[in-house]
């Protein structure tokens, strides 16, 4: 079954309510194109701006959390539950973007935390992976990024894992403007695809793969070609309507 593909928009701690809300009445009229073209819309605005978003997406767009904590309540200053989420009609989260990863302590063990509870609430995990620049430079990625998944997905059952996302994010592609090459992004999605495998079966197959880093309207078409990369994670091109509109019809 072909997996269909997904442009998701990682907003970060950009745009205010009514800002979001601008976003997400103009792209209204992007429902039909998207579901023509088979591809799922999503953007991650920040904790306050997910229920205005919500309410004007409508059935526009996915409107993911950035992040949410793995218990249900307690003392846990500054930190947002999954029940929380779920009254607002929140039902993805991102979990381990590089960003959390790098000034928030976001552990992949951390991260496992987060994604068990997320299915149990029978909610959508998108789980960010990617080495740094040093990493890469030494020849580590497959090292750093199989550890990310196997330790995120741990203990998860093939039924677990039938909705999961994954993204494959090269740290030093990120808002940089330095892409890593289309035969780059394939070679680690496809190898991210076999320690899936490893991991949760023949779930991996349904796995949603993407790339993000510096994804832009002039190459996401490259990158949407590779056959293991099911769509992209996008932060700066996702914030204004025009260049989103532009991913979309570029995908096509
Ligand atoms: C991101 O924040 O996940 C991202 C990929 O950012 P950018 O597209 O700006 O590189």
Redesign the pocket.
Same mark, same amino acid.
């Given at each position: 079954m072909a997996r269909r593909k997904l442009l998701m928009g990682?907003w970060?701690m950009n745009k205010t309510s009514a800002e979001a809300k601008e976003f997400a009445v103009a792209a209204k009229p992007l429902a039909k194109e998207a579901r023509a073209a088979h591809v799922d819309l999503g953007v991650a605005p920040t904790y306050l701006s997910l229920a205005t978003t919500r309410k004007y997406a409508a059935k526009t767009m996915i409107v993911a959390a950035q992040n949410c904590h793995f218990k249900e309540s307690g003392a846990y200053t500054g930190e947002v539950s999954i029940p929380m989420l779920k009254e607002f009609g929140i039902n993805w989260v991102i979990l381990g973007?590089s =960003?959390r990863r790098a000034y928030d302590n976001e552990t992949s063990e951390k991260c496992n935390a987060k994604i068990k509870a997320l299915i149990a609430n029978d909610m959508v995990p998108l789980y960010?992976v990617g080495e740094t620049l040093a990493e890469f430079e030494a020849g580590r990625t497959k090292e750093v990024v199989g550890e990310q998944v196997r330790k995120g997905l741990e203990g998860l059952s093939e039924e677990d894992a039938k909705n999961l996302v994954v993204a494959y =994010?090269p740290v030093w @592609?990120? %808002?940089?403007g330095k892409n890593a090459s289309t035969e780059i992004a394939q070679d680690v999605c496809h190898f991210i695809r076999t320690v899936l495998k490893e991991c949760v079966g023949k779930s991996a197959n349904k796995i949603r793969i993407l790339y %993000? *880093? @510096? !994804?832009k309207p002039e190459n996401i078409k490259a990158y949407l070609s590779c056959p293991d990369v099911d769509g992209a994670? !996008? *932060? *700066?091109?996702s914030l204004k309507i025009e260049s989103y509109t532009e991913l979309l019809r570029n995908i096509k």
């Amino acid at each position: 079954m072909a997996r269909r593909k997904l442009l998701m928009g990682n907003w970060k701690m950009n745009k205010t309510s009514a800002e979001a809300k601008e976003f997400a009445v103009a792209a209204k009229p992007l429902a039909k194109e998207a579901r023509a073209a088979h591809v799922d819309l999503g953007v991650a605005p920040t904790y306050l701006s997910l229920a205005t978003t919500r309410k004007y997406a409508a059935k526009t767009m996915i409107v993911a959390a950035q992040n949410c904590h793995f218990k249900e309540s307690g003392a846990y200053t500054g930190e947002v539950s999954i029940p929380m989420l779920k009254e607002f009609g929140i039902n993805w989260v991102i979990l381990g973007h590089s =960003e959390r990863r790098a000034y928030d302590n976001e552990t992949s063990e951390k991260c496992n935390a987060k994604i068990k509870a997320l299915i149990a609430n029978d909610m959508v995990p998108l789980y960010c992976v990617g080495e740094t620049l040093a990493e890469f430079e030494a020849g580590r990625t497959k090292e750093v990024v199989g550890e990310q998944v196997r330790k995120g997905l741990e203990g998860l059952s093939e039924e677990d894992a039938k909705n999961l996302v994954v993204a494959y =994010e090269p740290v030093w @592609s990120i %808002g940089t403007g330095k892409n890593a090459s289309t035969e780059i992004a394939q070679d680690v999605c496809h190898f991210i695809r076999t320690v899936l495998k490893e991991c949760v079966g023949k779930s991996a197959n349904k796995i949603r793969i993407l790339y %993000g *880093g @510096s !994804v832009k309207p002039e190459n996401i078409k490259a990158y949407l070609s590779c056959p293991d990369v099911d769509g992209a994670l !996008v *932060g *700066g091109a996702s914030l204004k309507i025009e260049s989103y509109t532009e991913l979309l019809r570029n995908i096509k």
